[in-house]
């Protein structure tokens, strides 16, 4: 398979016809080796318009909603990131190339190692292992927050560690109808609220949907 051409076409019929046009974006997704994100019975299909499975009962967003996220974010290169779910590596890969650092935060210590193994080369990707689904309890704010597991409901204690500015991008809601949504910073208790587009994907662990109460 020339996998080169599949990124080509990937960026080309997939990414670029979902009114994405950031260049930046589109030179990563170019550059970066999606396949080499995945285990080899899938590579074939790392550049399909499709989510893949990674291990974990977890699975890598299709490329689309990745570059559409990553847009909506405009990630600069003194921006600090965090990552709720390293999930594949594939995304915490971009971000580095974009922003100053990286703290990724994975709840499957088995999922980071391998992601940690593709990520060698980047100096500035900070890995942590927990629970993060609500909140990630570092002391510290952020320029940049990605959740890449869908949330019931929007953590409150992730708007609250944005930076004055600062960009939290999450999906939400219901299935089928959650909406992936980025929220800004604008003052220290308002935060702008902009609505990309619906899609479905499988919760962060922890940070599903209670039930409806039942009589």
Do not use: C
């Not at 019975?41 to 291990?55: C, K, N, R, T």
């Not at 990553?70 to 990552?83: G, K, P, W």
């Amino acid at each position: 398979m020339n996998f080169d051409q599949a990124r080509f076409f990937m960026v080309e019929q997939q990414i670029r016809p979902w009114d994405i046009l950031d260049q930046k974006v589109l030179d990563l997704f170019l550059e970066i080796p999606r396949h080499e994100f995945v285990e080899e019975a899938y590579q074939a299909l790392a550049y399909s318009d499709i989510e893949l499975p990674i291990g974990e009962n977890e699975a890598m967003m299709a490329p689309k909603i990745e570059a559409r996220l990553l847009q909506a974010l405009d990630i600069d290169e003194t921006d600090s990131v965090l990552e709720i779910g390293t999930g594949s590596g594939f995304l915490t890969a971009i971000m580095a190339s974009l922003g100053q650092t990286v703290t990724t935060v994975e709840l499957h210590p088995g999922l980071q190692e391998k992601a940690k193994a593709r990520l060698q080369k980047y100096e500035n990707i900070d890995f942590q292992i927990g629970d993060a689904s609500q909140d990630w309890n570092d002391g510290k704010q952020y320029d940049v927050i990605v959740l890449t597991g869908a949330v019931a409901e929007v953590p409150q204690a992730y708007k609250e560690k944005l930076n004055l500015g600062g960009r939290l991008a999450v999906i939400s809601g219901k299935a089928p109808a959650m909406t992936a949504q980025v929220l800004t910073r604008i003052s220290a208790s308002e935060w702008e609220v902009e609505s990309l587009f619906e899609t479905e994907l499988k919760y962060l662990d922890h940070a599903e949907a209670k039930p409806a109460f039942q009589l």
